[in-house]
């Protein structure tokens, strides 16, 4: 049982280039997230969804999208990279709602130049 | 202000002692997640709970709904529970704790 697994590890981008995160899951839960760890602060919220085929924003939305086409896929994707998407992504899943349990990927390190 | 506050930023403390974290939110909830991040980065969940206390082990995490107050202790406290604690709270999430425990 593999959780919650993140691609890529790490990846580089220069500015401008695009790129798509991608958050599997293997437990049919209904919840996934996509946060941003920075230093000095909390995981914060960029998109979250509720069920297949929905999306919605959380905390800090602005020059991400995300699609869920399929229940066990969360992609997180930049169409326009900017210095200031440097930071830890984290994915999560949890059963029901906010409420249940998180289970955390093991995140992607992006960096932006 | 932060919706969700943690203190302290950072302790260290001997190996054995008794570690308290706090963690006060102004968010209405349903229920509260402590979250433990090892050195490595990785995040595991160590409780969620809505009203009294849970214990897991040496972990005892406790909250009280009107007050909007949880606080996680560590009972005899070893060299591997260094890590950072962060609350959660409604989709908020604390700064975190940076614990380090010397043998």
């Known amino acids: 049982n593999a959780g919650v697994t993140q691609t890529p590890k790490f990846r580089v981008l220069k500015t401008g280039q695009s790129m798509t995160l991608l958050c599997a899951q293997d437990?049919?839960?209904?919840?996934m997230y996509w946060y941003r760890q920075d230093p000095g602060m909390g995981l914060r919220l960029i998109h979250y969804?509720?069920?297949?085929?929905?999306?919605a924003k959380g905390e800090v939305p602005d020059g991400y999208n995300v699609s869920r086409l399929k229940k066990q896929n969360f992609l997180l994707g930049l169409e326009s990279a900017a210095p200031s998407q440097t930071s830890v992504y984290f994915c999560?899943?949890?059963?029901?709602?906010?409420?249940?349990?998180?289970?955390f990927g093991n995140g992607t390190r992006l960096t932006v130049t | 202000k932060n919706e969700v506050e943690q203190s302290p930023q950072n302790l260290t403390a001997q190996e054995g002692e008794f570690i308290t974290i706090n963690c006060s939110y102004s968010?209405?909830?349903?229920?509260l997640h402590w979250l433990q991040q090892h050195p490595g980065g990785g995040i595991v969940s160590l409780f969620m709970?809505?009203?009294g206390k849970k214990k897991h082990g040496r972990l005892i995490a406790t909250i009280n709904i009107q007050e909007k107050h949880s606080s996680l202790h560590i009972t005899a406290s070893h060299p591997r529970d260094s890590a950072v604690y962060i609350c959660?709270?409604?989709?908020?999430f604390g700064a975190g704790t940076r614990l380090t425990v010397k043998p």
């Open positions: 999560a899943s949890s059963e029901w709602d906010r409420n249940s349990p998180l289970h």
């Open positions: 709970l809505s009203s």
């Open positions: 969804s509720v069920g297949e085929g929905t999306t």
């Open positions: 968010v209405g909830i349903s229920a």
């Open positions: 959660a709270a409604d989709m908020r």
């Open positions: 437990m049919n839960h209904e919840y």
